[in-house]
């Protein structure tokens, strides 16, 4: 953890620098376990009072099955219990500062998820693409989920495609795959979190800057249903 906080205290003052925005805020969180990002969500709290966008970006592709220290397979653990805590932590916060924005960054991936009750945790069989394909298909029902939920609060959820982008997770799971510049990648986050003609949309996929349908799946009501208790179930700490 040290070497990764030296590199992101170096790129944040880079952005100081660039943007001449002294008021940069760092918080550093491993997103593989529920204490740290319960943690984070406490630091973000006691620093500040207001908080308008959310972006649950982080996320991970492994190729061999692999369990955090909450027991729990880590790619579903890092896409989808990570951003389902942090988000239900810093919810009334988000409220209180309304309006305010959540985006939740998924895949084009989640058309091929599959959905096996007795291995939803790879415990029989391990495929790290239908893992991380079946962790975008959650956080996608969790956006429905919550948009429904926080309805008439002032706060709006979507979640996107960020288009398939050279990163370092695109290298990890697909070798030298091509892959969008990832400037690119971000310009679908920065819009939803920043346009104001998206300020009262919730509830919708976007992909290049449009909303775009989502596999029908994601949009089943007892899906939605499912994975959300999935997620409370799973929460160690609650």
């Known amino acids: 953890m040290a ?17 001449g925005n002294n008021r940069l805020g760092l918080f550093i969180a491993d997103f593989s376990s529920q204490k740290q990002v319960v ?4 630091d973000i709290k006691e620093r500040h009072d207001r908080l308008h966008v959310l972006i649950n970006n982080a996320g991970t592709f492994m190729r061999e099955r692999k369990l955090t ?15 389902f ?11 209180e500062s309304a309006s305010s924005r959540i985006i939740n960054v998924a895949s084009v991936a989640h058309w091929n998820a599959k959905i ?35 309805k008439g609060t002032g706060v709006t959820v979507n979640c996107l495609h960020p288009g398939v982008t050279k ?12 892959g969008a510049d990832p400037k690119k990648g971000a310009e679908t986050p920065i819009y939803l979190a920043s346009a104001p003609e998206v300020e009262n949309l919730s509830g919708l996929y976007f992909e ?11 949009h089943d ?4 249903k499912a994975f959300w208790q999935i997620a409370e179930d799973y929460w160690i700490s609650r």
């Open 116 to 150: 096996d009750w007795n291995n939803l945790q790879g415990e029989r069989g391990y495929d790290g693409f239908q893992a991380y394909a079946l962790s975008k298909l959650a956080i996608i029902l969790f956006t429905y989920t919550l948009a429904k939920r926080v």
């Open 85 to 95: 805590i942090l988000t239900s932590e810093l919810l009334g916060l988000l409220k």
């Open 69 to 83: 220290e909450d027991g729990i397979e880590m790619t579903f653990a890092v896409n989808y219990m990570a951003p």
């Open 39 to 42: 943690k984070l969500a406490a």
């Open 208 to 218: 290049n800057l449009t909303p775009t349908d989502s596999s029908p799946r994601s």
């Open 3 to 19: 070497e990764i906080e030296k590199k992101l205290m170096q790129f944040s003052k880079r952005i100081r620098y660039k943007t």
């Open 167 to 178: 990163t370092k997770l695109l290298r990890a799971g697909f070798g030298d795959y091509p």
């Open 221 to 224: 009501p007892a899906l939605q």
